[in-house]
């Protein structure tokens, strides 16, 4: 059995969609619902791993045993993530980030006026590629969600980011992505090498990239 596979390893991961203020009463964010890094988080702590979840916000209850950190901009996960880096074994990056945020934080509700209303954004920090940069003996996983070009945009996911391990998603197809109980993924290693994996549950994706990490560990 499995049971103990990821005893003694400190997991970090990240899930949800970030939230991107613009006024006191409005956000942009995505249609992540979190599921896909709490199955993770819960599958993680299955395995025997030590875990910690940094979440942006979601409906779902925080799983047992793990500790929970609640976060809603990708600058507030960049900082929950980057004090935390050194210390663990593996990041998993499942949030889904914004990689843009209003320029502005207004501080007072903006006031419906002219027809048209230009909201000007910036780049958020990419905080999967800053991890790959400051890399020392961790295992980095990512997530990619494509609509097109999946492989493509995977194979260029890994090496620019310097992962051990990308999960792509095609977040077109049903069953799959975002919102859905099951994924359909593809899992790529750092040399870009594709395994295609079957529509399957996301606690079964969970154990399948978990169990895939293992074997990286043991590799170390
Ligand atoms: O939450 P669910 O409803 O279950 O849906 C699951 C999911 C579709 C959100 C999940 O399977 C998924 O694909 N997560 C990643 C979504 C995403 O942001 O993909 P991306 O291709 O835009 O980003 C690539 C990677 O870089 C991701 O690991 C992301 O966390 C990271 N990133 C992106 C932008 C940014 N500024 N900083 C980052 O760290």
Request: net charge positive; no cysteine.
């Amino acid at each position: 059995s499995h049971s103990q596979a990821l005893a003694g390893k400190e997991i970090l991961i990240t899930a949800g969609g970030t939230r991107e203020p613009i006024d006191p009463v409005r956000y942009l964010t995505n249609r992540s619902s979190g599921k896909m890094g709490y199955a993770l988080a819960e599958e993680a702590v299955a395995l025997g791993a030590s875990v910690t979840l940094i979440s942006a916000p979601t409906a779902l209850p925080a799983p047992r045993q793990v500790n929970a950190i609640y976060v809603e901009s990708a600058k507030e996960m960049r900082s929950a993530v980057l004090e935390r880096y050194n210390k663990v074994d593996v990041v998993i990056k499942a949030a889904a980030v914004a990689d843009y945020r209003p320029l502005k934080e207004y501080d007072r509700k903006i006031k419906k006026k002219d027809d048209r209303f230009i909201l000007e954004l910036v780049k958020n920090p990419d905080i999967l590629a800053e991890l790959g940069q400051n890399k020392k003996d961790q295992i980095l996983v990512g997530f990619a969600a494509e609509t097109d070009e999946l492989e493509k945009y995977a194979q260029e996911k890994v090496r620019s980011k310097n992962l051990d391990l990308l999960v792509a998603n095609d977040v077109t197809i049903p069953g799959a992505g975002f919102a859905v109980d099951t994924n359909i993924v593809t899992l790529f290693d750092k040399d870009g090498q594709a395994e295609p994996l079957a529509i399957m549950s996301k606690k079964e994706v969970a154990r399948r990239i978990l169990l895939k990490i293992k074997e990286l560990l043991s590799q170390r």
